[in-house]
T-cell receptor, first 114, second 111 residues
Framework: DSGVTQTPKHLITATGQRVTLRCSPR?????VYWYQQSLDQGLQFLIQ???????AKGNILERFSAQQFPDLHSELNLSSLELGDSALYFC?????????????FGSGTRLTVV | KNQVEQSPQSLIILEGKNCTLQ??????????LRWYKQDTGRGPVSLTI?????NTKSNGRYTATLDADTKQSSLHITASQLSDSASYIC??????????FGSGTRLSIRP
């Protein structure tokens, strides 16, 4: 157990629908990062939050949004889902507003869009 | 263009043998370089992290090297075990918004 909790572990939904993925960071970590990993592809950085504020944006589609709540958990919202959105979505957390100190990944949410 | 290229794409070796994985990057400016191990369907697990001034870092049977001048890194695995079968990912950070992942090397250890 890495200390980063992601729910649900698996999600199957239809095209056009909206889903919410949840991430609880490791205790004491203020930063949360979201990544997408499509089948046999590398990890793509989506977005980072630090202590409730958006800190950095990567290759995140406009149909996707995220937020970090006062208790530091984060949610990634995916809307108007397309077949190509099927992927593993990972959350990672780190103690500071920089990735220099390393971050810890959760076990991921596997999203299947049918 | 910021890129991280890993080689080989895949590698099969016999249990007990050593192997070396390569990572070349063009990310600038450079902040740090990490190697991760990712088991199939699981989250990546950090093996090593190196900053500009470090050129070697070990973690058990894993030894990473960094040459910041040539922008190359390698991950050497000694006395491989079946549990080493995984994807190994090189990640280079330039800033909080510039985190570039390599596509990984898929390593298979055969008994």
């Amino acid at each position: 157990d890495s200390g980063v909790t992601q729910t649900p572990k698996h999600l199957i939904t239809a095209t056009g629908q909206r889903v919410t993925l949840r991430c609880s960071p490791r205790s004491g970590d203020l930063s949360v990062y979201w990544y997408q990993q499509s089948l046999d592809q590398g990890l793509q950085f989506l977005i980072q939050y630090y202590n409730g504020e958006e800190r950095a944006k990567g290759n995140i589609l406009e149909r996707f949004s995220a937020q970090q709540f006062p208790d530091l958990h984060s949610e990634l919202n995916l809307s108007s889902l397309e077949l190509g959105d099927s992927a593993l979505y990972f959350c990672a957390s780190s103690p500071l507003d920089t990735s220099n100190y390393g971050y810890t990944f959760g076990s991921g949410t596997r999203l299947t869009v049918v | 263009k910021n890129q991280v290229e890993q080689s080989p794409q895949s590698l099969i070796i016999l249990e007990g043998k050593n192997c070396t994985l390569q990572c070349n990057y063009t990310v600038s400016p450079f902040s740090n370089l990490r190697w991760y191990k990712q088991d199939t369907g699981r989250g990546p697990v950090s093996l090593t992290i190196m900053t500009f001034s470090e050129n070697t870092k070990s973690n058990g049977r894993y030894t990473a090297t960094l040459d910041a001048d040539t922008k190359q890194s390698s991950l050497h695995i000694t006395a491989s075990q079946l549990s080493d079968s995984a994807s190994y990912i090189c990640v280079v950070t330039a800033s909080a918004s510039k985190i570039i992942f390599g596509s990984g090397t898929r390593l298979s250890i055969r008994p």
